[in-house]
Structure formats: C-alpha cells, structure tokens
C-alpha cells in the first residue's frame, strides 16, 4: 500500500467508486475505521454492483469506527448484500460480491480487536473449553462434561453456525436438566454456557448472549448443597474418578465453586459425603 492508498480525512466525504488507470474493475473509495481515507477494488466492471458493494464496505467501516461491528452482524450484511446482488445479477456476482465484503469485514474486526471466525456450536464451546488454562485440571473435566450434555442435547443442531443458538435452546437444555438433576445442578450448567457465551460476545464472535436472560432455578436450601442426594452436588457432572472432596477456589469465569469431589466410579454420579467416626477422623 502507497501513501496514495491512505489518506487522513480532513472533509466528510461518502464513499464512491472510481476507474483506476488501466484497471478493468471499479474501485472503492471510503473511510476505514481509524479514519482513513483507503481504496479498495470491487471486483467488478459493473457500476451498479460496485456502488452496492461500496456502500457495504462504508457500512461496514461506520459499525465498527462506533464498535459495533461483530463477526455475526458483519456476516449478516455480507448475507444480504450478497444476496441482493445475487437475485439481480446472478450467482456468479453474488460470489464475487462476497469475498470482497467478507475480506473487508474480516479486516474491521481485527483493526478493533476482534476475532473474525465463522464458528460453530460445538466448535465455539469446544475450544473455549481447550482454552481454559486458568482453571484447575478438576475443573475443567467439570465443565468439559456439562459442555458434552449440553452438545449432546442438541444434536445435529451443534453443528450449526454458532450466530444460529437462540435463547429457547438453552432453556430447553435447563428444563432438560430439571428433570434429572437438582436446582444446583441446574444452574451451575447454566453458568458455565453463560460463561462461555459472555467470551464469544467479548471476542466480537456473537452480538448477543443468548442465555443472558435465562434465569437461575430456584434453591430452597442454603449452601452448597452438601447433602446427602448425590445429584445435589456442587460436582454431579465430573466423570467417574476419586479426588478431594474440598473446592479450593472460585473460578472467575463462572463464579462456581473450583474443586473437585468424591464420585463414583460406577455410575459416574457424586458420592455423599461420608460419616465421621466417632472414635476418630
């Protein structure tokens, strides 16, 4: 790129097209993010589809100078603008107008510090959880094991882009649990999916977290739910193997007690804790 490419704005000019000398393809011409006046082709010697590439482009740039720019807005302009095109001029416009917007949006996300990646569920919730290296080892298998019920729920429907996940999906994996684990439980799954929904949002991955407002089951006892029903344990999603019964820290992503439990080995279910001797520990 040449000091001709870029150039700091000084007046509010829209975006326009251009002819480049000797260059068969419209280019356009707007201000990035950072304020900067840049060119960039648009893949196309038709006029009326460089314009509305262009005007994506400016779009584009406008949503993420206000930071508001995120992988699933910028791949729904991309959708539709593409779309447009496609109904008017034909596939093979569409798929031109396409790469240009999405290298463009691509671009925009990471200028702001974003991470531009067409996830899936399961691929989303998967490296999330490969990623948690500030958690203990005993943690993470808790959380890997609420992350694989909740892919399991789904279904084929994990393997849809992660833009896709709704609100009334992970209630039905809450009342899903309902039926099965105590209230605890119930909300502690729910915590951990929050925790990971809150990374894809603060990553620019998803708009909006989806199970932002699912509400908290309610508790009728106090506590960590110590008891003597193994579901209403603080580890009831662990794996079978035998570890410490004492949670040692609070981990920062969910807020959830970090340790690790007694549990079965047969059932894979928590065990009770177990009654002191009266002659000795």
Known sequence: MTPA????????IMASIHRENNKPNWFCHYYDPEGYRRKRSTGTKNAKIARTICQAVERAADLTRAGKLTTEKGLKLVREVSGTIGEAHGKLAAAGAESVLTSAVEEFIRTAGGEFNSYTIRSWFTNWIDGRTDASTATVVEYRRIIELFLTHLGTRSDRVLTTLENRQIEEFKGYLKKRVAPSTVNKGVKVL???????????????????????VQIESAGLGLTNDPFNHPAAFLTPHVIPNVPKQIDSATGLPAGNMLVDPSTGLPLPPKPKSMNGP
Not at 5 to 12: E, G, L, N
Request: proline share 6%; aromatic share 10%.
């Open 5 to 12: 490419d870029v150039t700091r704005y000084r007046y509010p």
């Open 194 to 216: 929050k925790a990971a929904l809150n990374d894809a949002v603060k990553k620019r991955v998803l708009e909006f977290n989806p199970a932002q407002h699912v509400e908290s």
